[in-house]
């Protein structure tokens, strides 16, 4: 079983930048491949990025490419979201998830069994 607990969402302007970050509970997260993902409002649940449990390897949604970057810190149970260049569009909110480690990662949230309760961000024009 992992908990997670996203924080750092919140109000910003667009073209600015925001670090989202998931803290997981257990001893096991290193062995766990770590996701975020976003819900708008009246849309669908799609993925964001995604990280392996080793860390090697990383996932990115098109439209988030070269301005988000996943990260992870094993030592600290901690998965991040830094988001640079915000967009509107961006507005969401976001999950972290976790899924049994692989060596690919995945951008299917069905694979995910473990989620976060989500943070929101919202970003002004």
């Known amino acids: 079983q992992v908990q997670l607990v996203e924080s750092g969402g919140g109000l910003v302007q667009a073209g600015s930048s925001v670090t989202l970050s998931c803290s997981a509970s257990g001893r096991t997260f290193g062995s766990y491949d770590m996701g975020w993902f976003r819900q708008a409002p009246g849309k669908e649940r799609e993925f964001v990025a995604a990280i392996t449990w080793f860390g090697r390897t990383t996932r990115y949604e098109d439209s988030v490419k070269g301005r988000f970057t996943i990260s992870r810190d094993n030592a600290k149970n901690t998965v991040y979201l830094q988001m640079n260049s915000l967009k509107p569009e961006d507005t969401a909110v976001y999950y972290c998830?976790?899924?049994?480690?692989?060596?690919?990662?995945?951008?299917?949230?069905?694979?995910?069994?473990?989620w976060g309760q989500g943070t929101q961000v919202t970003v002004s024009s």
């Open positions: 998830a976790a899924q049994p480690g692989t060596y690919t990662g995945s951008s299917r949230g069905d694979d995910y069994p473990y």
